[in-house]
């Protein structure tokens, strides 16, 4: 389709091609079931400090309606476009179905660079988004959550826009936000933690001990930082090479991950961080290392990297990192590298999220321990059925968990019918 022209649309489409034909959809289900139920896009003005008005384009993109609301997170990017967001709405339904979720899915996204901003100019930008969005969101028809460049403060941010407009707090309408309105412990460190927990899994099948391995994490963020600290302090794995979108570093007896994630802290990028040695971005994704773990953006694994990582578990954190050319050389590669695809890897912050909207809807609130509990459980399940079906049907990883999400979305629309 023409208006979501992107390369991680076009990704998004080749992968659902692939799984179709696997599946042996009938044509006449095959657009009904990729294209997105419904586009949004629209433009923000706002004050800046310098008393101009700038205008950015925001957009929604919400795959399908037929098992509940749709959910998903909100990127605040420069790189963002319509296309971008529905491809990442395409896979949030692959992973909300896959994982068992009454949602389907959803994006959002504002093309800016949120670091240009001020603080105030960032208030004015999100209250303006999430008011552009009321006639198209709801706790019942689409709930949003953070992404990429947005966080706590932001959602905090959206749900009292959202509250201001109704007359009363509707917690339920986001999720991510801080526990003091109504968000859920465990929610910040859900989708690192969720990776972690995969990466043991993982090794447990391949017999690795984590206390002997290291790791090599792309992108410094929430979801990397938090992989980072867990794979360093509770498995005693070695990290030796982390970068963000402005630098990359190299240890090979290890990098002290709580002084990275102070200097993060007080820094804003790991720029100028000088505990480990300084590498190139293309070089650290194919350092020699046992876990190779994409935090950051689309399409890092491509067709001119792939043959040369030395892992032996990738990890995906990210959303789409891997291209459909590189997967083709990763299934050759079998053998080597064990995929946990990224609507797995990183499904424990919708698993969360989920947890989050239940709870405000019920008004009654779990403790850490329960949601760690909870969350584990449903990875569990999650990592089991694609493993089994991989080993059983010689699939990769990746066409298995898409297989899984894509069947259950489909029964859904059989059961529901088409209207008229
Ligand atoms: P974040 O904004 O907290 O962090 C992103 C990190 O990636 C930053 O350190 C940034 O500098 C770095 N980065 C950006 N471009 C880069 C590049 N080209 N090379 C190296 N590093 C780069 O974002 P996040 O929430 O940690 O999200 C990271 C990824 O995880 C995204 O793909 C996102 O869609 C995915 N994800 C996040 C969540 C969540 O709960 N936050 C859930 C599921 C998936």
Not at 26 to 48: C, F, G, Q, W
Not at 208 to 227: E, H, K, L, R, S
Request: aromatic share 8%.
């Amino acid at each position: 389709m023409d208006i979501y022209a992107d390369p991680a649309y076009a990704m998004a489409t080749e992968q659902f091609q692939v799984i179709a034909d696997y599946l042996n959809l009938d044509s006449n289900v095959r657009e009904r079931m990729l294209y997105p139920k419904r586009a949004i896009a629209v433009t923000l003005p706002i004050h800046r400090d310098d008393g101009s008005i700038h205008t950015y384009q925001g957009y929604r993109v919400q795959h399908h309606l037929a098992m509940g609301p749709t959910k998903g997170g909100v990127r605040f990017h420069p790189g963002v476009s319509l296309g971008e967001v529905a491809a990442l709405a395409t896979w949030m339904s692959w992973k909300c179905a896959l994982t068992g979720l009454p949602y389907g899915g959803a994006k959002g996204g504002v093309t800016v660079n949120p670091r240009d901003l001020s603080l105030r100019e960032l208030e004015a930008l999100s209250r303006r988004y999430m008011q552009e969005m009321i006639p198209f969101v709801g706790p019942h028809t689409d709930v949003i959550g953070p992404d990429m460049g947005t966080n706590e403060q932001v959602m905090a941010w959206f749900m009292d826009t959202y509250s201001v407009y109704k007359g009363y707090a509707v917690p339920e309408i986001v999720t991510g936000k801080p526990v003091s309105i109504g968000g859920t412990t465990g929610r910040r460190e859900a989708t690192g933690r969720g990776v972690v927990y995969l990466i043991e899994r993982a090794m447990n099948v391949l017999k690795m001990q984590p206390d002997q391995c290291t790791a090599v994490i792309q992108g410094f963020g929430n979801v990397g930082a938090v992989t980072a600290l867990g794979l360093a302090y509770k498995d005693g794995m070695k990290i030796t090479g982390i970068s963000d979108a402005f630098a990359a570093f190299h240890r090979a007896d290890g990098i002290d991950i709580t002084a990275a994630d102070k200097y993060v802290n007080e820094h804003g990028s790991l720029a100028g961080f000088t505990e480990a040695d300084p590498i190139s971005a293309d070089n650290l994704l194919t350092l020699p290392c046992d876990v190779l773990v994409p935090a950051a953006v689309e399409g890092v694994i491509t067709e001119k990297n792939a043959g040369q990582l030395r892992c032996r578990i990738l990890a995906e954190a990210a959303n789409g990192p891997t291209t459909p050319a590189a997967d083709r050389i990763l299934f050759e590669r079998w053998n080597d590298i064990f995929v946990i695809p990224d609507i797995l890897c990183n499904a424990g912050g919708v698993i969360v999220s989920y947890f989050e909207w239940v709870q405000g809807l019920q008004q009654f609130f779990w403790n850490e321990s329960e949601v760690i509990d909870k969350l584990f459980r449903i990875l569990e399940q999650a990592f089991t059925a694609v493993t089994k079906r991989a080993r059983d049907a010689k699939i990769p990883h990746r066409v298995a968990a898409m297989a899984i999400g894509v069947e259950r979305v489909l029964a859904a629309k059989k059961a529901r019918g088409l209207f008229p």
